[in-house]
Each structure stands twice: as structure tokens, then as C-alpha cells.
């Protein structure tokens, strides 16, 4: 299974930004899709899962209200529409694909390599 983040970059604190990952090598449809993010020196932290069929969704208090995750099963491809960026949203953010809806990293048993999202104030 691979996982290939995209759509990462540099923008302005207010600006918006949508981030895909598309999923190949085993059945996508069934999956929990979940992002994560990671900054200089601290923990990969949880910020929005959607379970296979789209109806279970869930979102880090920090993001709530800001980004929306989706998915697409006939392309293989999750989404996170990022809104009203911040710069402390300047991160790594990943994509994992899993079976539970779980917000720790464990939950999950694929990673994709990351895409760098960076916000100047």
C-alpha cells in the first residue's frame, strides 16, 4: 500500500490551501483515512479522520470549524481543505490509512511521506 501527500506549500496566514492524498495498492473504499501533523520538535498530532463510507468524521479541536476532510473512493484520494490558515498550522502533515477511527498514530498502519505546509504571519 503507498500513500502520495500532495498539494503542500507556502502561503499567508488567512490564505487556504487543499492538500490530496491518493491511496494505491490495496482497497481504498474500505479504509479510515486520517490526517496528521507534525512540527519542528513535536509529536505527529491528530487532525481529521473520515471513516470508509464518509459518514464518521472527526476533527482536532484546533482545526474544527477551519478544515475539511473528504474523500473521493472512485479515485483513491482523501482531501484536507485547509481555511483561515494560522501560522502556528505550519506543519508536516500526513496522511495514514487504517481500519480503526482512532486519533493516536498507532491506530493507523499506513503512512504517506508527508507534505510540508508552511503559513508566514
Known amino acids: 500500500v503507498q500513500l502520495q501527500a500532495s498539494g503542500g506549500g507556502l502561503v499567508q496566514a488567512g490564505d487556504s490551501l487543499r492538500l490530496s492524498c491518493t491511496v494505491s495498492g490495496r482497497t481504498f473504499s474500505s479504509a479510515v483515512m486520517g490526517w496528521f501533523r507534525q512540527a519542528p520538535g513535536k509529536e505527529r498530532d491528530f487532525v481529521a479522520h473520515?471513516?470508509?463510507?464518509?459518514?464518521?468524521?472527526s476533527y482536532a479541536d484546533s482545526v474544527k470549524g477551519r478544515f475539511t476532510i473528504s474523500r473521493d473512493n472512485a479515485k483513491n484520494t482523501v482531501y484536507l481543505q485547509m481555511n483561515s490558515l494560522k501560522p502556528e498550522d505550519t506543519a508536516v502533515y500526513y496522511c495514514?490509512?487504517?481500519?480503526?477511527?482512532?486519533?493516536?498514530?498507532?491506530?493507523?498502519?499506513?503512512w504517506g511521506q508527508g507534505a510540508l505546509v508552511t503559513v508566514s504571519s
Open positions: 473520515i471513516s470508509w463510507s464518509g459518514s464518521i468524521l
Open positions: 495514514a490509512a487504517g481500519w480503526d477511527t482512532g486519533r493516536e498514530p498507532s491506530a493507523y498502519d499506513y
